[in-house]
Structures are given as structure tokens and as C-alpha cells.
């Protein structure tokens, strides 16, 4: 079976723009869940998707958003981006919500100048 | 917020030698899942271990989880190169149904050969 998927992989952008990042979970899969890692602040939890609906929110501004497929892929999307957006944003999948592993992605390194 | 802790930060040791690496978190948990990370890469999922288990193991992995002091601890037996990485624990809250993972800060191990 493939794994989690995410494109693109490396993406740099400017500050004030907008990006989209895009996850596939692995196949089967229909929870996937987002995740930001920075040096300072480590892994933070983005938000979860189950069956095209958001389950649970982390506490980031409303500039972050996302939305899942009936596919199951997901795609998440950040407007307005600063600075402090740069990092490493990690997809997981996982079969079912709650009990189950999740696998990872090999992430998306957003840098922002 | 950080919910898992792991100690030590850092790990520096030789291949052959064991490694054990110990987090400990603050709320109850349905789960605790450690993963490994080479160099800002993806997360690779090494084992996960559940609320009502005690130990586990997989290959040269060993996972002990003790509830009533809220703690784990990963030993790596034999050590090689290869298993130079960051890893880190995660816990899952019992209840919401979420997959939502709280991730510690990671104890960075390093194996000279």
C-alpha cells in the first residue's frame, strides 16, 4: 500500500500571500489530521478531518483552513502568511478516529521571506 | 500545548550500547504512540501502546507504559547508526473520538559508530 502523500514538498513564498498544501491519505483511510512543526513551538495539531467534516480545531488563527474530499484527500490552506508560518506541515492518516495509529507524511517545508 | 515530555533532550552513545529514552505526560490517555524523525523529515511510526497495556515490543523496540505515574519509556536495544533521529511520544486523549496526537519536544539520539 502507499503512503501518506503531500505535495508539494518544498514551497517558498512571500509574506501576505497564500498557499495550499495537499494531502492523500493511505488508501482506505478517511481520518487525516494536520500538523505544523517549528523549532520553537514543536509539533502542534492543525486540525482533523473525518468523512469531509472537520472534527477538531488547534488553536491557530483563522487564517488556517482546511477542507477534506469525499476521496478522503485533504487539503489545507493558509492566507495572508507571515513569518512565523515557516515550518514543516505534517498530514497523518489513520483508519479510525481516536484509537487507531496514524501515519505520517514526509511533510511540506513552507518557507516565508 | 505540549502534553508529553521526554528526558533526556538529548542522547549521545555508541552502536552496540541500549538507549532508553523516558517521556511522561499530564492527562489520561486512550494511547501513546513514539515515532521517529530523521532530519526534519516525516514522522515514522515505531509503536503504539495502549492505555490498558503495560509493555511492548517490536524487534529490537521495547515499550513500557505506566499509567499511575503517567509515563513511558522507549529502549532500543543494540544500537546502530541508523537509528540516529529525533523521536518523540504522543499521546491520544481517551473519550473525544479524535485523533488528535499531543506530541512532547523529542530526545534527539545520536550513534557514533
Known amino acids: 500500500k502507499a503512503g501518506v502523500t503531500q505535495t508539494p514538498r518544498y514551497l517558498i513564498k512571500t509574506r501576505g500571500q497564500q498557499v495550499t498544501l495537499s494531502c492523500s491519505p493511505i488508501s482506505g483511510h478517511r481520518s487525516v489530521s494536520w500538523y505544523q512543526q517549528t523549532p520553537g513551538q514543536g509539533l502542534q495539531f492543525l486540525f482533523e478531518y473525518f468523512s469531509e467534516t472537520q472534527r477538531n480545531k488547534g488553536n491557530f488563527p483563522g487564517r488556517f483552513s482546511g477542507r477534506q474530499f469525499s476521496n478522503s484527500r485533504s487539503e489545507m490552506n493558509v492566507s495572508t502568511l507571515e513569518l512565523g508560518d515557516s515550518a514543516l506541515y505534517l498530514c497523518?492518516?489513520?483508519?479510525?478516529?481516536?484509537?487507531?495509529?496514524?501515519?505520517f507524511g514526509p511533510g511540506t517545508r513552507l518557507t516565508v521571506l | 500545548s505540549q502534553q508529553g515530555e521526554e528526558d533526556p533532550q538529548a542522547l549521545s552513545i555508541q552502536e552496540g550500547e541500549n538507549a532508553t529514552m523516558n517521556c511522561s505526560y499530564k492527562?489520561?490517555?486512550?494511547?501513546l504512540q513514539w515515532y521517529r524523525q530523521n532530519s526534519g523529515r516525516g514522522l515514522v511510526h515505531l509503536i503504539l501502546i495502549r492505555s490498558n497495556e503495560r509493555e511492548k515490543h517490536s524487534g529490537r523496540l521495547r515499550v513500557t507504559l505506566d499509567t499511575s505515574k503517567k509515563s513511558s519509556s522507549l529502549l532500543i536495544t543494540a544500537s546502530r547508526a541508523a537509528d540516529t533521529a529525533s523521536y518523540f511520544c504522543?499521546?491520544?486523549?481517551?473519550?473525544?473520538?479524535?485523533?488528535?496526537?499531543?506530541f512532547g519536544k523529542g530526545t534527539m539520539l545520536l550513534v557514533s559508530p
Open positions: 504522543a499521546t491520544a486523549s481517551p473519550g473525544s473520538g479524535y485523533s488528535t496526537l499531543t
Open positions: 492527562t489520561s490517555i486512550n494511547n
Open positions: 497523518a492518516s489513520s483508519l479510525v478516529p481516536g484509537t487507531d495509529t496514524q501515519y
